[in-house]
């Protein structure tokens, strides 16, 4: 976790800090164990390529928790993660880096709440957006 983030210190367009990603193999094989998606393509490497897919690649369960993580640890213990959705637009393959960036589309303080709207996205070590999302928090006042 970073240092809390205060609703006073967030603006309309400021950028939220990178968060890179390393998953490998053995990571996808827990992240299935974890979440009972065997399906073949996360870990056999013949399967997947006999499927026309380049290697095996990221769940993409876990892509949309690369988001929550970046969002969680950006806004720290004394926000709230309020709503959290992504889009799967492209594949992500281990042993590549994949880069979590955002920035925030939207600030408003409604029913006594400082909501702020982000949007999200995993970025593949080509630029490419892979997974594009959006998510709403909560943020303390400063004081």
Not at 23 to 47: C, E, M, N
Not at 52 to 63: F, T, Y
């Amino acid at each position: 976790m970073g240092d809390q983030v205060y609703f006073e210190d967030v603006q309309e367009g400021m950028e939220i800090p990178t968060l890179r990603k390393d998953p490998t193999t053995q990571q996808l094989v827990k992240y299935a164990g974890a979440s009972g998606d065997y399906y073949q393509i996360h870990y056999d490497q013949t399967f997947a390529k006999g499927n026309g897919l380049p290697d095996v690649i990221l769940h993409g369960a876990l892509k949309n928790a690369f988001l929550g993580q970046f969002v969680t640890d950006w806004i720290g213990e004394g926000g709230a993660l309020k709503k959290l959705s992504c889009q799967y637009r492209g594949m992500d393959v281990p042993g590549t880096p994949v880069f979590v960036k955002g920035s925030v589309t939207k600030t408003s303080s409604e029913n006594g709440e400082n909501l702020v709207e982000c949007e999200l996205w995993l970025e593949n070590h080509e630029g490419a957006k892979t997974t594009p999302g959006y998510a709403t928090v909560t943020l303390p006042n400063r004081g």
